[in-house]
């Protein structure tokens, strides 16, 4: 059974910093990209970052491209999405799932986690 636990969401000011983790079991981890997506109150789900642990390759949204950083730790099932120079629009909540990770973004299997919140204040 597939299992997403996300976390290391909070409240934060315009320009801080966060760091969120998502910790996933119930698969071969190397086999599949790990996608973080968010959802804005009132939005649409939208694919953020992705990272295909097998050869490194990550995916950026245009929207936070120089502003995010994605990483894996295939020994933990780990992925990090390292969050800087935040802003109000970066406001919602994060989930992670594995899926597939291309040029055209994360595309999710459909397992999800239950997200982490993240509200950027101005």
């Known amino acids: 059974e597939v299992h997403i636990v996300e976390s290391g969401g909070g409240l934060v000011q315009a320009g801080g910093s966060l760091r969120l983790s998502c910790a996933a079991s119930?698969?071969?981890?190397?086999?599949?990209?790990i996608g973080w997506f968010r959802q804005a109150p009132g939005k649409e789900r939208e694919g953020v970052s992705c990272?295909?642990?097998?050869?490194?390759?990550?995916y950026y949204a245009d929207s936070v491209k120089g502003r995010f950083t994605i990483s894996s730790d295939n020994t933990e099932k780990t992925v990090y999405l390292d969050m800087n120079s935040l802003k109000p629009d970066d406001t919602g909540v994060y989930y992670c799932?594995?899926?597939?990770?291309?040029?055209?973004?994360?595309?999710?299997?459909?397992?999800w986690g239950q997200g982490t919140h993240v509200n950027v204040s101005s």
């Open positions: 119930g698969f071969i981890f190397d086999d599949y990209g």
């Open positions: 799932a594995p899926g597939l990770c291309s040029d055209y973004g994360p595309l999710s299997v459909g397992s």
């Open positions: 990272i295909n642990s097998s050869d490194g390759f990550t």
